[in-house]
């Protein structure tokens, strides 16, 4: 067994618990084919009643599957969905789940962050990303500095911090595999400051230059960069003000996951902290809409209520 097989075997096994005569449906597109079938592979090898649906490669992440196909998501006892463009902030993946369906997404995932991440260590992570979620569940006001420049504060009070721990073993669970975060959506036009994303944005890859977002009102208004800053802005080209949302606050817990230039894999970097822009209705917000895309920042301090929950990076918790 090759490493790659191993990591899906992790996933199936020990991240979904699969169980065999369970039906479950693995969702790709063609540039992930390969890792698609090796998941649907590893669930017929436990017994399970698996399937493989290949769909054409959607043109943003957060754009709905076809409509057959999110009607037979609904049926399924487990989805993964290793896809280019990510089905996470998708009305078909919250209506599976809602239906009961246990669901991991991998977006744009890479051989190499398989072999490397999916063999954490996912029970430590999901201890440190639940007490993180309770921390922002019980907070009232967030700000995040980093080195680069970003100084923004938002409000969280009311909304529900989310533990994302790669266990997805009850009716309904969500969660990306690599797993490791706690996140959630800010009040809607709360936000304000400057981001400064030196890590990655969607499709960016790292950011040889930093991108600058200034954000009025809990909505970006303008955006500033180098040669990599085009990417952002086709990414949310036509999509309207609401792509521009500041959706989600989140912090990485994985200490395998390192800032490779996927959004993916560089949200869950131990000692980052990551905002995103778009649809923030999978995480209990207002705001639905075809986008979501996360901003990574290195080496962050994030204050809660006064409480300096990250320093430069390092948590104090």
Not at 293 to 316: E, Q, S
Request: proline share 4%; hydrophobic share 40%; with cysteine.
């Amino acid at each position: 067994m090759n490493a790659l097989e191993k990591a899906a075997r992790t996933a199936v096994r020990k991240c979904l618990a699969v169980k065999k005569g369970e039906t479950v449906m693995v969702i790709t597109d063609g540039p992930l084919e390969k890792i698609g079938r090796l998941l649907w592979d590893a669930c017929r090898q436990v017994g399970a009643e698996a399937m493989l649906a290949e769909i054409i490669p959607r043109k943003t992440s957060g754009e709905e599957p076809p409509g057959a196909l999110a009607d037979c998501m609904k049926k399924a006892d487990v989805l993964i969905i290793p896809t280019s463009k990510s089905l996470s902030h998708t009305k078909a993946r919250r209506d599976a789940c809602r239906m009961g369906a246990r669901c991991a997404t991998l977006p744009g995932i890479t051989p190499d962050t398989m072999r490397r991440t999916l063999n954490a260590n996912y029970q430590k992570i999901a201890k440190l990303s639940i007490r993180l979620a309770r921390i922002l569940t019980r907070g009232s006001t967030a700000q995040v500095t980093t080195p680069a420049g970003t100084d923004i504060r938002m409000s969280i009070k009311g909304r529900k911090g989310h533990p994302d721990t790669g266990l997805v073993h009850k009716r309904g669970d969500f969660s990306n595999l690599p797993a490791g975060e706690a996140y959630l959506a800010p009040v809607e036009g709360s936000a304000q400051g400057t981001i400064v994303i030196d890590g990655c944005i969607g499709e960016t890859g790292v950011l040889r230059k930093p991108i600058a977002m200034t954000v009025r009102d809990g909505y970006v208004t303008a955006i500033s960069g180098g040669a990599q800053v085009k990417v952002l802005r086709r990414a949310i080209q036509g999509l309207g003000k609401k792509a521009r949302n500041i959706a989600e606050l989140g912090i990485g817990t994985n200490d395998k996951a390192r800032v490779v230039g996927s959004s993916l894999e560089d949200e869950k970097v131990l000692g980052t902290v990551h905002i995103a822009i778009g649809d923030n209705a999978s995480m209990g917000g207002k705001i639905s809409v075809a986008s979501h895309l996360d901003a990574i920042l290195l080496k962050p301090t994030l204050i809660i209520d006064r409480r300096t929950i990250m320093k430069d990076g390092h948590l104090n918790i």
